[in-house]
């Protein structure tokens, strides 16, 4: 047999170029698959040449591009371009000014500043009540209604650009009414995303977000089949148009999906995708920092629920820096209990210690009811080691803690009875993880029953 | 130095490719296709930040908004049997574009005499350099492939 041919001898026999040995390489490419695959590629491009309208089109192209840079469309192109930087760099040096005054005042500030009633400043308010969508949803809320309010008196937009603006005010409204659990609310909301972006003339992008804004919807109202579908369909439009934040929260959401439905490997692979997607992103303002950050916390959990704690505990560590970072205590926390519960299961000395700073912390910040669950994660622990001395106290501790949280009075007997027998030296910790999927679920029509009574 | 605006450098770079679809992949009317183009280029205005390769989403959407050209000029009928092409072939195309464009315009001109003209490669040989030798103008034709499938290459993470 002989050697590979090197391309250009292979390019040659796809041009049926008589200079080479033809018998010999078509002998060779009967054994080898890969110069195989290079003739047929080179082949491949002969056939498109010889269709001849590409060829023709590029060389027409220096004088179609010379007519475009002439024509009216492109120069109002280039007008709205130079429009769009002087507006986005205006809304965000006055929005410094409005976050300085009540946001109740903000609309007649705006009403004072006509230069200022913009698309692009009705688009820094719709991402200021993003980054309020988790913790503080009614005043996104308000600040949608003032997005909503601007833009009907915002003059002179391009139609495209305010309809567009028009459709992401709607998602935004779906988002905050989910958030508040007013979910038909939400999922109204959405549908009128989809019916505003298709008034656009080229509305598929758009109006695949706005449905897996609606698919979040569904999903929230327990309507698992129908959020899939429709997210899957999203997805799929998404994907033609290459990576883009919108594919990678379309996926992330399957994984959420999947990860529930205990598809763990699945919603591995699809954490992965969208982390990829999202890092493959030039993203110069950061926009995807906390999907990325929301990514590494997932994958923690998939590769901890998978058994593999090493990988589990790094990607723990990177999503506790990204939240760090981004000033996120509360995420921060909860991807330190991971990470400590991996060393806990890798026999690190240190991991109780880290468990009990992640309490400390949740304590801090008056979510009792976390710090409630790392305190039961150490109970079960100190169990298992039948260290009865250092267990008592602390499911004293775990009464006072749920109680302060809130939760139902059988679930403080609950938590009483798992006292008691600790005291009596007769917990075990699985029934720890018995007390424990019982105050998760601290369902009020559901009686506490010892583990083994029913 | 400024940093150029990502939406001109992509309309410097792509614009062939999206009027390219709507121009001679789905024969939109001229006045019409530089519409459309202009149309998909203030989408993407909207939404570049958000995307991570800019000519995939063009494309995307270039071929979206034919499609939809073609729907509402005809709102009783189906699609004219030629159009749209399949995307994957219409994606293959778009693709050999993106190449050829990297490609000098003399290459151009020496593989449209060939594979579009039929041209002999002593005719290139001839028309090029005043020479007569086939086997100039076989080596002219090569080097010009070469370079195509160099880029093509390039494109796919090959080189």
């Known amino acids: 047999m002989i050697d590979h041919p090197d391309p250009d001898t292979l390019t040659r026999f796809a041009e049926d170029d008589p200079s080479v040995d033809h018998a010999a390489i078509a002998a060779h490419l009967e054994e080898c698959d890969t110069c195989a695959l290079e003739v047929e590629v080179a082949r491949e491009m002969l056939v498109e040449l010889s269709r001849g309208e590409v060829l023709q089109y590029l060389l027409d192209l220096p004088a179609e591009r010379q007519r475009v840079r002439e024509s009216h469309h492109y120069l109002d192109f280039v007008r709205l371009c130079e429009r769009e930087r002087s507006e986005v760099a205006a809304a965000e040096q006055f929005f410094a000014v409005l976050a300085a005054r009540p946001v109740g005042e903000w609309l007649a500030i705006l009403r004072r500043s006509p230069e200022h009633r913009t698309v692009s400043m009705a688009d820094w308010i719709l991402h200021e009540a993003e980054l309020l969508l988790d913790e503080k949803p009614a005043e996104a809320m308000r600040l949608i209604e003032l997005a909503d309010e601007l833009l009907n008196e915002v003059d002179g937009a391009h139609p495209t650009l305010l309809t567009t603006a028009r459709g992401d005010v709607w998602r935004q409204r779906s988002n905050a009414h989910r958030h508040l659990f007013q979910l038909q609310e939400a999922l109204n909301a959405a549908i009128l995303a989809e019916h505003t972006y298709r008034q656009l003339d080229s509305p598929e992008f758009a109006v695949a977000t706005a449905q897996n804004t609606r698919a979040v919807a569904l999903f929230k109202m327990t309507r698992l089949n129908e959020a899939l579908d429709l997210n899957l369909a999203a997805s799929s439009v998404l994907r033609t148009f290459g990576p883009t934040r919108e594919l990678g929260k379309s996926l992330m959401f399957e994984a959420a999906i999947r990860l529930e439905q205990g598809f763990i490997a699945k919603a591995q692979r699809l954490w992965r995708q969208a982390l990829s997607i999202l890092e493959s992103l030039s993203d110069s303002k950061n926009k995807a920092a906390r999907e990325i950050a929301r990514c590494h916390a997932n994958l923690a959990e998939c590769s901890y629920r998978l058994g593999d704690y090493g990988a589990a505990a790094e990607a723990a560590a990177r999503a506790m820096t990204r939240y760090r970072g981004l000033r996120m205590e509360t995420e921060a926390i909860r991807s330190a209990w991971t990470r400590a519960l991996c060393q806990l299961h890798r026999g690190d000395p240190s991991a109780l210690d880290a468990l009990d700073l992640a309490a400390q912390q949740f304590e801090a910040l008056q979510m009792f009811g976390d710090a409630g669950f790392v305190r039961l994660d150490i109970t079960e622990e100190l169990l298992r080691r039948e260290e009865w001395d250092r267990a008592e106290p602390l499911a004293r501790q775990l009464v006072e803690l749920f109680t302060r949280a809130g939760v139902t009075v059988a679930s403080v007997q609950a938590l009483d009875s798992l006292r008691q027998s600790i005291v009596h030296q007769l917990a075990t910790a699985g029934m720890v993880q018995y007390i424990r999927d019982y105050v998760a679920a601290d369902d009020p029509a559901r009686p506490f029953a010892p583990p083994g009574v029913h | ?159």
């Not at chain 2, 939109?28 to 991570?52: C, K, M, N, S, Y």
């Not at chain 2, 749209?84 to 195309?93: F, G, H, K, Q, T």
């Not at chain 2, 002999?120 to 086997?135: F, L, M, P, V, Y």
């Open chain 2, 1 to 159: 130095m400024a940093t150029p605006d990502p939406v001109e450098t992509a309309y410097a770079k792509h614009y062939a490719a999206v009027h390219f679809i709507a121009a001679v992949q789905f024969r939109i009317p001229a006045a019409d296709a530089d519409q459309l183009v202009h149309d998909v280029f203030l989408a993407f205005l909207r939404h570049h930040e958000t995307v991570g390769d800019s000519g995939a989403w063009l494309v995307a959407s270039a071929r979206n908004a034919c499609i939809s050209y073609w729907r509402k000029a005809k709102p009783t009928e189906g699609l004219p049997p030629s159009l749209p092409e399949p995307p994957r072939d219409l994606n293959a195309r778009v693709d050999l574009l993106r190449i050829l464009a990297s490609v000098s315009p003399r290459c151009r001109q020496i593989l449209y005499s060939r594979f579009v003209e039929g041209a002999s490669a002593a005719q290139i040989a001839r028309d090029c350099s005043g020479s007569t030798s086939s086997d100039y103008g076989r080596r002219l034709v090569h080097r010009c492939l070469t370079a195509a499938r160099a880029a093509l290459a390039k494109k796919a993470g090959r080189a």
